[in-house]
């Protein structure tokens, strides 16, 4: 927003100060007009949202006890309900409790808030992927911490670069997220992943793996996450923390993620927790809670996958059989994302433009970069649109691409 003379100027703190604001957010508003097909947004399919189930949950939490654990206020570290549905959720993927605890929070949008609000201080440098997650960045760059990114390849985010990285000051954070990263789609090795955990126990420094869209594999080998993983390497699990979401399984209406963290770095994280809310929605949490124990998530969660199967695919192949060459793509094996980059040099960031003009949307790549951002990608959502608009959204962008080069 630009002020004008009549605008009071507010003394914001220097770090809200910093925080860049979105350009491409600005442009991105004409993607919610009605004839955009937009493959901007990373939003779940709504008309997948399994209402009734959600009806019938949020019935049972307030029939309950006249709902009174639903609408009183509750514990900080969470609803006893759903932190016990979640630690089984989690032990479903390996992932055991011994040493650890587990805290109910405000998406996982608020998990990465919390680690930033315990370990940063100003200057303190945050390893992170990149491209990178951008709402990770602008939460780190608020506790006034330097991220420093690692570039990606077919395993993933580049790990071993930690050895020889000029780094301005020792990490006090690793962040990534895997499987699936969001905007690349990268999904780090099992491999890489022995490797980190093993540098983190060496060095002592933590390593938070954010894991929103691993339930939404749809093809190949689910690789044990990091949290799993830091059960079998010397001296790893003190050094490995974890969140996860129900934003895309369930509804991210719902406001519902989760931190596992080691026990005394929960303990602190559950302080800094109270300071900042309290506790996450009581409802909220006894419904998801009635949800879960109900077992419909994982007939729900078949539906979500064969849907985003069938729309992936028909995007990845409308992009080659529109673009051939011109557009290099891994097609992923989950998530939300597909991530593009133009052969001819083609410049995302004036594309989009032209893309809007003809009735589509997608989101420059150089948006996911703090620094040094290339101009030729793109992130193409495929989740929200049938195969039908994912085909026509494509022949729109096409018809920009080529209108762009002069034809
Ligand atoms: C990588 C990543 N982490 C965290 C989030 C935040 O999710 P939540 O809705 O749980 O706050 C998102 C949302 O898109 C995401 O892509």
Redesign the pocket.
Same mark, same amino acid.
């Given at each position: 927003m630009s002020s004008t003379a009549d605008t009071p100027r507010y003394p914001l703190s220097t770090r809200a100060a910093a925080l860049r604001s979105s350009d491409v957010r600005e442009l991105l508003k004409a993607a919610q007009q009605a004839h955009v097909i937009s493959l901007a947004g990373?939003l779940p399919a709504a008309e997948l949202f399994d209402t009734e189930g959600l009806r019938a949950a949020t019935q049972a939490a307030l029939a309950e006890g006249a709902g009174v654990a639903a609408l009183q206020y509750g514990l900080t570290e969470g609803q006893p309900a759903l932190r016990a549905a979640l630690r089984t959720h989690e032990a479903g993927r390996g992932i055991d409790m011994a040493g650890r605890e587990l805290l109910v %929070? %405000?998406?996982?949008?608020? *998990? !990465?808030d919390i680690v930033a609000r315990l370990l940063l201080d100003e200057g303190d440098v945050v390893v992170v992927q990149r491209p990178s /997650?951008l *709402? *990770?960045l602008q939460t780190f760059t608020l506790a006034g911490a330097r991220c420093v990114g690692l570039d990606e390849d077919a395993e993933g985010a580049r790990v071993e670069d930690l050895e020889t990285l000029a780094l301005p000051a020792r990490p006090k954070l690793v962040y990534l997220?895997s499987p699936f *990263?969001?905007p690349s789609g990268a999904s780090l090795s099992l491999r890489r992943r022995q490797w980190l955990l093993a540098w983190a126990a060496r060095h002592q420094v933590l390593v938070l793996e954010?894991d929103? /869209?691993g339930v939404l594999r749809t093809e190949g080998q689910e690789l044990p996450s990091l949290t799993a993983l830091a059960q079998e390497v010397p001296g790893a699990r003190a050094w490995c923390g974890r969140? $996860? %979401? !129900? $934003?895309?399984a369930v509804a991210?209406g719902l406001? !519902?993620?989760w931190l596992v963290l080691p026990r005394p770095l929960a303990e602190a994280a559950a302080r800094v927790k109270q300071a900042m809310d309290l506790h996450t929605s009581s409802f909220a949490q006894e419904v998801a809670a009635r949800y879960l124990e109900s077992g419909r998530l994982p007939a729900h969660l078949a539906r979500v996958r064969e849907a985003y199967r069938e729309r992936r695919r028909a995007l990845c192949r409308a992009l080659t059989d529109a673009f051939g060459a011109a557009l290099e793509f891994d097609e992923p094996e989950g998530g939300?994302f597909v991530w593009a980059r133009f052969t001819d040099g083609t410049d995302t960031r004036a594309l989009l433009p032209r893309a809007l003009d003809a009735g589509m949307a997608f989101v420059p790549g150089d948006a996911f970069y703090a620094e040094g951002a290339p101009r030729d990608r793109l992130r193409l959502s495929f989740t929200t649109e049938s195969p039908e608009r994912l085909r026509e959204g494509v022949a729109r962008l096409h018809a920009a691409w080529r209108a762009a080069r002069g034809g």
């Amino acid at each position: 927003m630009s002020s004008t003379a009549d605008t009071p100027r507010y003394p914001l703190s220097t770090r809200a100060a910093a925080l860049r604001s979105s350009d491409v957010r600005e442009l991105l508003k004409a993607a919610q007009q009605a004839h955009v097909i937009s493959l901007a947004g990373g939003l779940p399919a709504a008309e997948l949202f399994d209402t009734e189930g959600l009806r019938a949950a949020t019935q049972a939490a307030l029939a309950e006890g006249a709902g009174v654990a639903a609408l009183q206020y509750g514990l900080t570290e969470g609803q006893p309900a759903l932190r016990a549905a979640l630690r089984t959720h989690e032990a479903g993927r390996g992932i055991d409790m011994a040493g650890r605890e587990l805290l109910v %929070t %405000t998406g996982s949008q608020q *998990a !990465l808030d919390i680690v930033a609000r315990l370990l940063l201080d100003e200057g303190d440098v945050v390893v992170v992927q990149r491209p990178s /997650y951008l *709402a *990770a960045l602008q939460t780190f760059t608020l506790a006034g911490a330097r991220c420093v990114g690692l570039d990606e390849d077919a395993e993933g985010a580049r790990v071993e670069d930690l050895e020889t990285l000029a780094l301005p000051a020792r990490p006090k954070l690793v962040y990534l997220v895997s499987p699936f *990263a969001n905007p690349s789609g990268a999904s780090l090795s099992l491999r890489r992943r022995q490797w980190l955990l093993a540098w983190a126990a060496r060095h002592q420094v933590l390593v938070l793996e954010d894991d929103p /869209y691993g339930v939404l594999r749809t093809e190949g080998q689910e690789l044990p996450s990091l949290t799993a993983l830091a059960q079998e390497v010397p001296g790893a699990r003190a050094w490995c923390g974890r969140t $996860s %979401t !129900l $934003s895309k399984a369930v509804a991210p209406g719902l406001r !519902l993620g989760w931190l596992v963290l080691p026990r005394p770095l929960a303990e602190a994280a559950a302080r800094v927790k109270q300071a900042m809310d309290l506790h996450t929605s009581s409802f909220a949490q006894e419904v998801a809670a009635r949800y879960l124990e109900s077992g419909r998530l994982p007939a729900h969660l078949a539906r979500v996958r064969e849907a985003y199967r069938e729309r992936r695919r028909a995007l990845c192949r409308a992009l080659t059989d529109a673009f051939g060459a011109a557009l290099e793509f891994d097609e992923p094996e989950g998530g939300m994302f597909v991530w593009a980059r133009f052969t001819d040099g083609t410049d995302t960031r004036a594309l989009l433009p032209r893309a809007l003009d003809a009735g589509m949307a997608f989101v420059p790549g150089d948006a996911f970069y703090a620094e040094g951002a290339p101009r030729d990608r793109l992130r193409l959502s495929f989740t929200t649109e049938s195969p039908e608009r994912l085909r026509e959204g494509v022949a729109r962008l096409h018809a920009a691409w080529r209108a762009a080069r002069g034809g």
